[in-house]
């Protein structure tokens, strides 16, 4: 007999067999944390453009200065990055086939999104301090 005969097992069973993967439930809290998260701070930094329209280079890096916006600014980087990376590791992990093409994609998804994040830390630090 073949091995798909002697496994009696509903589809249900073969699939609850693997077990649990461990990091579905934490990534899935953490994508919503900083979905909540981006809520206030979206709005708060898209009401601080909304403000600034028009306004020249200068007047914008006072403001961006302030310490309540630019550590709004900051923090909604850091969410919106951390979002960006789960929400792109679990389309990788659930739709990339080939685990060397997974592991791949995985590796450049963690890089690029903490390249990205640092470039725009960067470019928050730089504008409103001025460092």
């Given at each position: 007999?073949?091995?798909?005969k002697?496994?009696?097992r509903?589809?249900?069973g073969r699939?609850?067999?693997?077990?649990?993967?461990?990091s579905?439930?934490?990534?899935?809290?953490?994508?919503?944390?900083?979905?909540v998260a981006?809520?206030?701070?979206?709005?708060f930094?898209?009401?601080?453009?909304?403000?600034?329209?028009g306004a020249?280079?200068?007047?914008?890096?006072?403001w961006?200065?302030?310490?309540?916006?630019?550590i709004a600014a900051?923090?909604?980087?850091?969410a919106?990055?951390?979002?960006?990376?789960?929400?792109?590791?679990i389309?990788?992990?659930?739709?990339v086939?080939?685990?060397?093409?997974?592991?791949?994609?995985?590796i450049?998804?963690?890089?690029?999104?903490?390249?990205?994040?640092?470039?725009?830390?960067?470019?928050?630090?730089?504008i409103?301090?001025?460092?």
């Amino acid at each position: 007999m073949s091995a798909a005969k002697k496994d009696m097992r509903t589809p249900l069973g073969r699939v609850l067999a693997h077990g649990s993967a461990k990091s579905g439930t934490g990534d899935h809290i953490r994508q919503r944390i900083t979905a909540v998260a981006m809520v206030p701070l979206a709005l708060f930094f898209t009401g601080f453009l909304v403000a600034l329209t028009g306004a020249d280079y200068e007047t914008a890096r006072s403001w961006l200065g302030n310490p309540l916006v630019s550590i709004a600014a900051l923090l909604l980087v850091v969410a919106a990055i951390m979002h960006m990376r789960i929400g792109m590791q679990i389309v990788i992990e659930d739709y990339v086939t080939g685990a060397l093409l997974r592991s791949i994609a995985l590796i450049a998804n963690f890089f690029f999104a903490y390249a990205v994040g640092l470039a725009c830390l960067y470019a928050v630090v730089k504008i409103g301090f001025g460092v």
